[in-house]
């Protein structure tokens, strides 16, 4: 079973920058994986963050971007704001699976 | 605008079925992959199933953890995706979220629909 391994949880503070990695049982993530990344805020559902790795939907923040990183998955804030204090979730594609990442808990302290 | 709108819900117990719909509107319904992700109380995401747009010949996919249980559809003139849930357990119980996509990307996502799964 593949699994897809996320920082726990992550502190950061205001104006700071903050890279969340994802990472693959299998190896080393690669652009075939299509990485996406999502947040998500108590009580509401997922909003898709990143797609195919690097690419941002049009309601996307600037500040947030896509990447791959020591074979890896990687999402960078810069300037966190408050209101980036959040659960980030990665999901990668391994053919006809898609498997999540456990999350990553963001704290903006 | 795109919205997804899930519905049916509810509590029902171990053994039993329950149908989950989702209703699409602001775009071209049957020109994309579904998707049926949940989210167990507390926990993190994971993907249950995807249904390929008609363009793609309906390759549907499910996690092990559902196959042969669930079965995923859509009904692209009523712009509608479904879930039945068959033989429902304990483990079960989750939001369950419609999700625009699942090919390379997904974009948009319902509110959810809570399924409880007790006695």
């Known amino acids: 079973q593949t699994v897809v391994t996320q920082e726990p949880a992550l502190t950061v503070s205001p104006g700071g920058t903050v890279t969340l990695t994802c990472a693959s049982s299998?190896?080393?993530?690669?652009?075939?994986?299509?990485a996406n990344w999502f947040q998500q805020k108590p009580g509401q559902a997922p909003r898709a963050l990143i797609y195919?790795?690097?690419n941002k939907h049009s309601w996307t923040p600037a500040r947030f971007s896509g990447s791959l990183l020591g074979g890896k998955a990687a999402l960078t804030l810069s300037d966190v704001q408050p209101e980036d204090e959040a659960d980030y979730y990665c999901l990668l594609y391994y053919g006809g699976t898609r498997v999540f990442g456990g999350g990553t808990k963001l704290t903006v302290l | 605008q795109v919205q997804l709108v899930e519905s049916g819900g509810g509590l029902v117990k171990p053994g039993g079925s329950l149908r989950l719909s989702c209703a699409a509107s602001g775009f071209t319904f049957s020109d994309y992959y579904m998707s049926w992700i949940r989210q167990a109380p507390g926990k993190g995401l994971e993907w249950v199933a995807y249904?390929?747009?008609?363009?793609?010949?309906?390759?549907?996919y499910y996690a092990d953890s559902v196959k042969g249980r669930f079965t995923i559809s859509r009904d692209n003139a009523k712009n509608s995706l479904y879930l039945q849930m068959n033989s429902l357990r304990g483990e079960d119980t989750a939001v369950y979220y419609c999700?625009?996509?699942?090919?390379?990307?997904?974009?948009?996502w319902g509110q959810g629909t809570l399924v409880t799964v007790s006695s």
């Open positions: 999700a625009r996509g699942g090919l390379r990307c997904v974009d948009y």
């Open positions: 195919k790795t690097s």
């Open positions: 249904v390929s747009s008609p363009d793609d010949g309906d390759i549907i």
């Open positions: 299998i190896g080393a993530v690669t652009s075939g994986y299509f």
